[in-house]
């Protein structure tokens, strides 16, 4: 089956640095890939969509400049998140589109992000 | 802009009983897909079940199955002969068959904390 692998799966940063997430496509290529936030004990939220080889779509209300998302190939997208807060403390987790399939998305696994 | 609503924030099931979660959706559209996602405690979200709407026939996948009413824009899951490995959170989702830009996207709704008692 396809995977998407995200690393790294914890990170802990302090206030006021960048961090950056992984998301790869390991068997299958990936014409766009999905963000999203998650909160304790709540839904996934789009933050943004990203396509290979183009500017990421952000959903309402999502900082561009705080998350930066790059999708240079078309088995990586990375998610940057500039000059971490504690409320950007969150659980976050990707997923990929199969050019092999017409309705499946595949999940990562998720990066918990804990700025203190 | 479609929306997902589960109503159920929480349920519970003794094993080997049968439960059934509820999924409402309100779209536009006469295409599109269904999904039940599966988010146990690792968080790893897990396909369950898909249903596409064109197809009257309900989807089943072993102990899993749905009873998809379009008219009524209902999509219920129900999980036959529970077992303790079946207690996550559980996400209705859905997706256009719209193929322009912003498509691909899933809209979840706010999911169901389903416990299975030994």
């Known amino acids: 089956g396809a995977v998407v692998s995200q690393h790294p799966s914890w990170v802990i940063c302090k206030s006021g640095t960048s961090v950056k997430i992984e998301c790869r496509s390991l068997d299958f290529q990936a014409t766009t890939m999905f963000w999203y936030r998650q909160f304790p004990k709540q839904s996934l939220m789009l933050m943004a969509t990203s396509n290979e080889g183009s500017k990421a779509t952000y959903e309402q209300g999502v900082e561009k400049d705080k998350f930066l998302i790059n999708h240079a190939s078309l088995t990586l997208s990375t998610l940057t998140v500039t000059s971490a807060h504690p409320e950007d403390s969150s659980f976050y987790i990707c997923?990929?589109?199969?050019?092999?399939?017409?309705?499946?998305?595949?999940f990562g696994p998720g990066t918990r992000l804990t700025v203190t | 802009a479609q929306t997902v609503t589960q109503s159920q924030p929480e349920m519970s099931v003794q094993e080997a009983e049968t439960v059934t979660l509820s999924c409402t959706y309100d779209?536009?559209?006469?295409?599109?897909?269904l999904f039940w996602y599966k988010q146990p405690p690792s968080r790893q979200m897990i396909l369950v079940i898909r249903q596409e709407a064109y197809k009257q026939q309900n989807a089943t996948e072993n102990r899993f199955s749905v009873n998809f009413q379009k008219a009524a824009k209902s999509f219920s899951l129900k999980i036959s002969d529970s077992q303790l490995g079946d207690a996550a959170m559980y996400f209705c989702a859905y997706r256009s068959t719209y193929s322009g830009a912003g498509s691909y996207q899933l809209t979840f709704g706010k999911g169901t904390k389903l416990s299975v008692i030994p």
């Open positions: 779209t536009s559209e006469s295409d599109y897909y």
């Open positions: 997923s990929a589109h199969s050019t092999r399939s017409s309705y499946e998305q595949y």
